[in-house]
């Protein structure tokens, strides 16, 4: 590999002595980096919505932050870390966020999208990038409590003071994951790499366990083998894989009927004309438009699947599966 990655020692964190870093959300990325970047020295505050509509409000003060509406927040903030969820950050930023900012400020959003696709333009006095662990936040956390970090990238999308590239990465630091290794992308590149393996790796490796349960229990194998089968035997394996490459489990750690089975029928579950037109609908922001719609007319789509899928077969199957078995 070519690219610089950056460690502890790389990275200066002095850079954010005397700052305050607030987070806006306080969910899932929101709370676990304001619990590190604390517990690595830092002065932090929390922005959630009014109290009176803020679940996470009422656990940010339980968890010792001092927690403020967004706009008080970003006042008082000299560091801006974005958490929100995509379609929700454009709202919040036109009525909170964009009136309260101060020359010199730096945003760090933790997804690229709004900025990439033009939905957020900050202004040019104050720094814009990014900074994401590659983990849901209740590993980040895990990893860091436990002296260890998750890799990540940090990107600047605009140096407004000359620092926005120390300053993402002292933020990278505090949240710990310089501890395993940062690398710098740019927005595109973590904006439309993010959601293309969400599409690609996510939703057909979960539409495939769904099928594989399915054609078992429609050709007359138990559920519960079925499920075992689907999910269990995956979940075996892919820690094995991280730590060892494909190649040395293929060869050294799984059966030479695995072998062959992966090595001559997979590649025929899998298809490559698809996942080029869902990588070039991705760069051609057409799978942005759709969600951002999606998300504007209320989420019909998912709430339509979800109903679809919240008791299947598989479902149920899991449900007793965990009860009978364990997690």
């Not at 929100?84 to 454009?90: F, G, K, M, R, S």
Request: glycine fraction near 8%; aromatic fraction near 8%; charged fraction near 25%.
């Amino acid at each position: 590999m070519n690219e610089k990655i950056y460690r502890d020692d790389d990275v200066d964190e002095s850079v954010l002595d005397g700052k305050t870093i607030a987070v806006i959300g306080y969910g899932i990325q929101g709370k676990v980096q304001a619990m590190n970047a604390r517990d690595s020295g830092c002065s932090v505050i929390v922005g959630t919505r009014p109290a009176s509509r803020s679940r996470s409000r009422r656990e940010a003060e339980a968890d010792g932050f001092e927690v403020r509406d967004y706009a008080e927040a970003v006042s008082k903030g000299d560091v801006l870390l974005i958490e929100l969820a995509d379609p929700a950050q454009p709202p919040v930023y036109a009525e909170s966020i964009e009136p309260n900012l101060r020359a010199g400020q730096t945003l760090v959003f933790c997804h690229g999208f709004n900025v990439l696709y033009g939905s957020i333009k900050p202004p040019e006095n104050v720094n814009t990038a990014l900074f994401v662990p590659n983990a849901p936040g209740a590993f980040v956390r895990e990893k860091y409590q436990n002296g260890e970090g998750i890799y990540g990238c940090i990107s600047v999308d605009h140096d407004a003071t000359g620092n926005a590239r120390e300053i993402a990465l002292a933020v990278s630091k505090v949240v710990g994951s310089t501890r395993a290794g940062v690398v710098e992308l740019t927005f595109q590149q973590e904006t439309e790499g993010d959601n293309f393996e969400e599409q690609i790796l996510y939703g057909g490796v979960i539409h495939l366990m769904r099928l594989c349960f399915q054609t078992m229990v429609n050709n007359g194998y138990p559920a519960s083998f079925a499920y075992a089968k689907s999910i269990r035997s995956l979940r075996s394996v892919i820690d094995v894989m991280d730590e060892h490459g494909i190649e040395d489990y293929l060869t050294g750690r799984s059966s030479r009927t695995c072998e062959f089975a992966v090595r001559t029928r997979g590649p025929r579950v899998i298809n490559d004309e698809e996942v080029a037109k869902i990588f070039a609908e991705t760069e051609q922001g057409i799978f942005a438009r759709d969600w951002m719609q999606e998300w504007q007319l209320g989420m019909p789509q998912i709430h339509r699947l979800r109903r679809a899928q919240a008791d299947t077969t598989m479902e149920q199957t899991g449900r007793d599966w965990r009860e009978q078995f364990g997690v």
